[in-house]
């Protein structure tokens, strides 16, 4: 379990752990990819498209796979080398020369990773958790073990090690901006171990996980039928149950993405110990990795706890007071969002909060999905998957357009704007400066920064307080469990 379900997930996703917190600025930082006008927008955005289909496509090729190894698991072989391929790509991008050149080049290497390699790996993992096991408390702990490598990959790798290690290496300073060549060859050497690291954490993910309700089916000889992906949607739209768990992963995944996505920005330009420090990024890196650790000592302890709270309280009902704790936490930050201080009080209540939703909800789809099975007679897996892959990957593509035509239209600059204390106090009320000058982006910057980093979550988490709050799937377990045995009884007796 150990393996399988957390450490072969983690080295997995670790290299897109590192491209949510990173990859939009090395694009605009290093490649200057904003002086394209409205491609930095319009390519996350439009890409989408390609990569719901490629979920899609690769949800449909699961749900008609029969192998002795399960229907998901082969495809977590095929997943390392495509990914070693799309993350080389996406670093070989030229840095000069022609900006046509250039954006092609982007827009290949960004689609063939998030649109195909990245999918092809979380489809097939996702699926892990619901294929493993009916046993609910099983299914519990693999639920938290899978979400604690995924929360653990972001969190220690994207937020903690990278941030200290890392961030001034990867981004190097030079007169108050961006070396942009030292950058970008410095990238390029971090892609080839990120490439070695994936391609190890699918093959052990393979070696190292069962699908024994796939077995089931197989120990009882009976031949399953290839769903057209028609029925498949059919069986999955009309169920409420579905809707309420797929718009929760939606809802919740936006406001955390959108967070992720400016973390770098936030913690570069909103506090004044970054802003007055001789080495900013160096500065900006270590405060990120504080944030980081602080936010994630919670969630971490959380793996040990939430799985005893669900079993008390009902997973349903933890999930909601947890939210509904991290939205009162939330607005503690607003107090004064240049204090690092507030921002990092704020960010431990809102991950105590939190703990349920991170850690419960897959073992809630894992319901849903039986649910469905006893509903409809056959599972939704591959399809399911393919539409919450297309969530947790294609909605990265959208948050980050949406995050860019917000820094764009704020004015937002790489090398921040030179401003003397005069000029500083009409932008912000700011005390005690000594006079010299100093670099700070415009207020409408801060304005999208604050908006992005410190609200866009609290606002999701109110939503989907009202939204899960009419989850009751749990009601249904024990009496989906029987349909689901006379069901396959019949198919016994019947062949």
């Given amino acids: ?88 790509l996406m670093f070989m991008t030229p840095n000069k020369g022609s900006n046509a050149i250039q954006m092609i080049w982007i827009a290949v290497s960004y689609n063939l990773y998030y649109a195909l390699a990245y999918p092809c790996f979380y489809c097939a993992h996702s699926s892990m958790v619901s294929l493993s096991t009916r046993n609910s408390e099983s299914r519990g702990l693999l639920a938290t073990l899978s979400n604690a490598a995924m929360v653990a990959s972001a969190g220690v790798g994207a937020s903690i090690l990278v941030p200290i290690l890392l961030q001034s290496f990867l981004f190097v300073t030079k007169d108050g901006g961006i070396d942009v060549d030292a950058s970008y060859a410095h990238w ?34 009976v031949k399953e039928e290839k769903l057209p992906l028609k029925k498949q949607l059919e069986g999955c739209i009309h169920n409420k149950y579905w809707w309420i768990i797929i718009l929760y992963f939606l809802i919740f995944q936006f406001g955390q993405l959108i967070k992720n996505s400016s973390m770098s920005f936030y913690v570069r330009w909103m506090f004044d110990s970054v802003i007055n420090s001789s080495n900013p990024e160096q500065t900006s890196g270590v405060l990120m990795s504080t944030l980081g650790l602080v936010g994630g000592i919670p969630t971490a302890v959380g793996m040990v ?38 921002v990092a009080t704020s960010m431990v209540l809102k991950g105590i909060g939190s703990i349920p939703a991170v850690y419960v909800t897959m073992a809630l789809l894992s319901d849903v999905l039986d649910h469905l099975e006893a ?13 919450y892959s297309s969530i947790m990957v294609g909605l990265s593509g959208l948050c980050i357009g949406v995050l860019n035509s917000l820094l764009t239209f704020a004015g937002y600059s790489n090398t ?32 999208v920064l604050a908006f992005a980093f410190l609200a866009a979550d609290v606002i999701t988490y109110a939503v989907v307080i009202i939204l899960m709050s009419r989850l009751d799937v749990e009601k249904h377990i024990e009496e989906d469990q029987k349909t689901i045995k006379e069901n396959q009884k019949k198919a016994a007796l019947k062949k």
């Fill in 375 to 387: 509903k409809n007679g056959f599972r939704s897996d591959g399809f399911t998957m393919s539409v």
């Fill in 188 to 221: 390029r050497i971090i892609s080839i171990v990120l490439c070695l690291v994936s391609a190890f954490g699918c093959m052990l993910e393979y070696y190292f996980t069962r699908e024994r309700i796939t077995e089931e089916t197989a120990n009882l000889n």
């Fill in 1 to 88: 379990m150990i393996i399988g379900y957390f450490l072969a997930p983690f080295c997995a996703m670790f290299a897109n752990s590192i491209f949510g917190a990173y990859l939009n600025r090395y694009y605009v930082d290093v490649l200057g990819w904003t002086k394209f006008g409205a491609f930095a927008t319009l390519l996350p955005i439009v890409s989408v498209i390609f990569v719901v289909l490629g979920n899609l496509m690769i949800g449909q090729w699961i749900d008609n796979t029969r192998s002795t190894q399960g229907k998901a698991r082969p495809y977590l072989i095929l997943a390392a080398p495509m990914l070693i391929v799309a993350i080389i």
């Fill in 416 to 447: 921040g704007i030179a401003c003397n204390p005069q000029t500083l106090e009409i932008i912000e009320n700011v005390a005690n400066y000594t006079g010299q000058v100093v670099y700070r982006q415009m207020g409408g910057v801060e304005q």
């Fill in 305 to 342: 706890v939430a799985w005893p709270i669900a079993r008390k309280l009902g997973k349903k009902r933890a999930v909601v007071s947890g939210l509904c704790f991290s939205v009162v936490g939330g607005l503690v930050c607003f107090l004064n969002v240049h204090s690092f201080g507030m």
